[in-house]
């Protein structure tokens, strides 16, 4: 969706709080899988899949998102939020769940500055990584199913992944799978769509490749720490003007 058309669903009334308890503790379990900061709202119109922006996107010359939504809602929104647009039309919030994370990711590489030839290395890592994240969380007692989970977020990166090459893919319905990350057909199409995919192993993902945070962190300090992390796990050289930050879990050595 263009911004252009966030702008207008916002205006026409078609952005709103979410008033449902069913949707109380999406935005807590959201960060449990991607330790950012994030505000959660419905949308109808044509929102039909799950958005992710950044609360500084200008929608239009100097008028950025966070202003608007501040001005047309009754919302408290914090300087360097995630914001989240969840179709009004869908009900799974698992479903949801896993199309807001695909979509976050997506959003880390457009803000971090990765080597273009590792993005999808990169994208690819973090997928499993959160899949797993996810059922680490439904094992301790977590409202997701996991199946659904993967569906959207499989629904998520296989638009970003598909986009005008369907015809490299050899099965048609492999991002439909739960378990399309799984699948060998996966990484012999990203080998095909990308010649510097590396088609790691999913069995040596770190599953805490992820937690580079305690707590929520701004949207632009996830960032950057996914992208210290990535590199390193990538073997990518370190980005001269982007220090080494510290309040890293001890969980990560990237001296």
Do not use: K
């Not at 911004?3 to 009334?13: A, D, K």
Request: charged share 20%.
């Amino acid at each position: 969706m263009r911004r252009g058309n966030v702008l207008n669903l916002i205006w026409q009334g078609e952005v709103s709080l979410p008033a449902e308890d069913r949707y109380t503790g999406f935005e807590a379990l959201f960060s449990q899988i991607l330790p950012v900061r994030c505000t959660a709202l419905l949308a109808g119109g044509e929102c039909s899949r799950p958005l992710a922006m950044a609360d500084g996107l200008e929608l239009a010359p100097s008028l950025p998102l966070g202003d608007v939504l501040v001005e047309e809602l009754p919302l408290d929104l914090p300087y360097d939020t995630l914001v989240l647009f969840l179709p009004r039309s869908q009900t799974d919030l698992s479903r949801l769940m896993g199309g807001a994370v695909g979509e976050t990711l997506q959003l880390m590489l457009s803000l971090g500055n990765l080597p273009m030839e590792r993005e999808t290395d990169a994208l690819y890592l973090m997928a499993h990584a959160a899949a797993r994240r996810a059922a680490a969380l439904r094992a301790g007692g977590a409202a997701l199913d996991i199946r659904a989970f993967c569906e959207g977020l499989g629904r998520s990166l296989g638009q970003y992944w598909l986009a005008d090459q369907r015809s490299l893919l050899p099965d048609p319905n492999l991002f439909a799978r739960p378990d399309f990350l799984w699948q060998p057909q996966l990484r012999a199409y990203l080998t095909e769509l990308d010649p510097g995919f590396s088609a790691p192993d999913p069995h040596m993902i770190d599953d805490d490749l992820l937690c580079v945070s305690d707590d929520p962190l701004g949207l632009d300090d996830w960032a950057e720490r996914m992208e210290i992390v990535l590199r390193a796990v990538l073997g990518a050289p370190e980005r001269e003007n982007l220090p080494l930050q510290s309040g890293f879990p001890s969980r990560f050595n990237l001296q």
